[in-house]
């Protein structure tokens, strides 16, 4: 007998029907011999739904106040679906009980739709389990230290998940999704994309982080501290599939360097359109600029990601780097009113029709030219790269935007992906 978390994302939770064929899934573990703590998302198309009546009421969310009930509002889509899941658990004969995140309670910092976990508390749910009942816990939501509802940011319920089976040291957190598992990339944009048996950690934060949304990054950064394990497979496959084969299929996040694993150089691409670059152009070249400009950007908390500076001429430089698209007209806005009339630049400029396509694989560690058959390869297909950033296991490049799903086949193709590496000896 083991403690199993799963997690239903929104299209797993979809209808009425696709809710029951959860339960009689979960019903399957438990009649095994499981104890469950099953993590579910909103019906699919919800949170969007709720956030759009928000904004249809107040277009521009930005106020502490506002935000708040940005999340009282966006957090019922979850609400909805653990009670649901609890009927639908119930009618299969089991015990099942739902809880909200303040419940249970899971504890946040109180960053509106974007809160970070800080504790969960376990005992009820470990009463719960002990009694034998199927607990059901909403995902995305939490609350902070004055008791009000959070949201953990899009795609947070995978956060909610593995935060959930962290605290209650669960022998797996299964990840059931609309897709059989992690790809070389999303089968969506490349239909010959090819599921990994496996990913190591490392790679799945990048992949995730790079804007890879199979999984939310807090939800593998998780994994990670915790030392969870954390499988991705589909939970659209006929729900009564013995329950070994279930266990053992989709993509399992490996934290040794097993030498069987799969020694592809570069294990997958990812990309990502939900960002905007900035440039600060003819900004005169002294110590202290680049905070002087960083500086009231991350103050506004918004997060600054691939920074280049050009080298100076006649003393004077351009400076650019990306920022959410969400966030693209405050931090304009902060470097108008703030900046610029502080540092005597020449111009400031923008561009939120970009994308960044990344690879991603731990093998980069020990290749070389991985990174100059990634820029060959876009130059063939004529495309312009205007920002380059690399870490050891990844190359990203920020590119026009209508280039993005070219860039990724040709990638997917230039690096042989949708055939399986040989396995090392
Ligand atoms: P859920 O609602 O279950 O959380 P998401 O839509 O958040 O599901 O995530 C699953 C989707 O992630 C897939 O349908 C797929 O289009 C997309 N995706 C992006 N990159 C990958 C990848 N590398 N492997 C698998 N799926 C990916
Ligand atoms: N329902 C939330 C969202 O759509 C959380 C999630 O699905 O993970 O972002
Ligand atoms: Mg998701």
Redesign the pocket.
Known sequence: MALIVH???????GSTERIRSVAQRVAKWVRAGHQLVVVP?AM?GETNRLLGLAKELLPNPQTPQALREMDAVAATGEQVSVGLLALALQAQGLQAVSYGGWQVPIATDSAYTKARIASIDDQRVRADLAAGKVVVITGFQGIDPQGHVTTLG??G??TSAVAVAAALKAAECL?????D?????????VPE?R??ATISFEEMLE?ASL??????IRSVEFAGKYRVPVR?LS?FTPWDIPLEEEAKSG?LITFEEDEKMEQAVVA????NRDEAKISVIGVPDRPGIASQIVGPVADANIDIDVIIQNVSHDGRTDFSFTVPRSDYARAMAVLQEQVMPAIGAARLAGDAKICKVSIVGIGMRSHVGVASKMFRTLSEEGINIQMITTSEIKTCVVIDEKYMELAVRALHKAFELEQAPVAAA
């Open positions: 997690k239903y994302g929104g299209t797993s939770m998302s699919s899009r795609g319920s995978d990840i059931y999704t609309d897709v598992g992690v790809y070389t990339t999303d089968p969506r944009i994309a599921r990994l992949m804007g890879s949304k199979v999984l939310q991705v939970s993509t997958g691409i990812a990309f």
